[in-house]
């Protein structure tokens, strides 16, 4: 039986838009960022910012390198925040209604600056909500010193979360995220990165085919 949901967040509850950032860092001068930043996974200093190997005063530091002399440390983080589309309304809705039937729970690559303006923005966007209206729990790549696909993040996330992975289907938009925590023994459903399927789809279908919808 399936007790708990455990979410990516970008590409499956925060809508993303990789271009978006990548043509920021260019009008601030990096005109190297499409190397740095993928769909599925980041490089250099922006994934040692994610794998919490730098601080983000030190990963702005790292960035301005690359950028005009005057560019400011806010500039980079408004920058790097173009990433983020934002959470539909409904999508959020959603999520505190599965907490009455589910464990629901946050395992997401993610860094400290974005976790801490935009995504929380995001999240307080119905009045009187916050982060934990919505989860019963958060696993950052940068707190736990890991990156998915690797199995000390999962590790962490079950250590840290008290869940079983034999009763938690997790959801992302990465094949290879699924093929670990499948490995581990995980459930795992794949979101399409299309956007024609919500997630909230994809959790029916698949609880549905195996007999558990409640």
């Given at each position: 039986?399936?007790?708990?949901?455990?979410?990516?967040?970008?590409?499956?509850?925060?809508?993303?838009?990789?271009?978006?950032?990548?043509?920021?860092?260019?009008?601030?001068?990096?005109?190297?960022?499409?190397?740095?930043?993928?769909?599925?996974?980041?490089?250099?200093?922006?994934?040692?910012?994610?794998?919490?190997?730098?601080?983000?005063?030190?990963?702005?530091?790292?960035?301005?390198?690359?950028?005009?002399?005057?560019?400011?440390?806010?500039?980079?983080?408004?920058?790097?925040?173009?990433?983020?589309?934002?959470?539909?309304?409904?999508?959020?809705?959603?999520?505190?209604?599965?907490?009455?039937?589910?464990?629901?729970?946050?395992?997401?690559?993610?860094?400290?600056?974005?976790?801490?303006?935009?995504?929380?923005?995001?999240?307080?966007k119905i009045p009187g909500r916050e982060m934990d209206s919505y989860f019963d729990g958060t696993v950052t790549s940068f707190e736990a010193r890991a990156l998915k696909p690797s199995a000390e993040i999962f590790g962490y996330?079950?250590?840290?979360?008290?869940?079983?992975?034999?009763?938690?289907?997790?959801?992302?938009?990465?094949?290879?995220?699924?093929?670990?925590?499948?490995?581990?023994?995980?459930?795992?459903?794949?979101?399409?990165?299309?956007?024609?399927?919500?997630?909230?789809?994809?959790?029916?279908?698949?609880?549905?085919?195996?007999?558990?919808?409640?």
């Amino acid at each position: 039986m399936i007790k708990n949901l455990l979410f990516d967040l970008g590409g499956v509850i925060m809508d993303i838009r990789r271009e978006n950032c990548v043509k920021a860092f260019q009008e601030l001068g990096m005109s190297d960022i499409g190397e740095f930043l993928g769909d599925y996974g980041q490089k250099g200093a922006f994934k040692l910012l994610e794998e919490g190997a730098l601080t983000p005063d030190e990963f702005r530091a790292e960035i301005m390198k690359s950028c005009p002399g005057g560019t400011a440390g806010s500039q980079i983080d408004d920058a790097f925040n173009q990433f983020l589309v934002g959470i539909p309304a409904y999508r959020l809705e959603a999520l505190a209604g599965l907490r009455r039937r589910y464990g629901v729970y946050l395992l997401s690559n993610t860094n400290k600056i974005m976790w801490d303006s935009r995504i929380a923005e995001e999240f307080r966007k119905i009045p009187g909500r916050e982060m934990d209206s919505y989860f019963d729990g958060t696993v950052t790549s940068f707190e736990a010193r890991a990156l998915k696909p690797s199995a000390e993040i999962f590790g962490y996330a079950v250590r840290k979360l008290g869940i079983v992975p034999e009763e938690t289907l997790f959801l992302d938009d990465s094949q290879e995220n699924i093929r670990a925590a499948v490995a581990l023994g995980f459930h795992g459903a794949v979101v399409p990165a299309s956007g024609d399927v919500d997630v909230f789809d994809v959790i029916n279908r698949y609880l549905s085919s195996a007999g558990d919808v409640r």
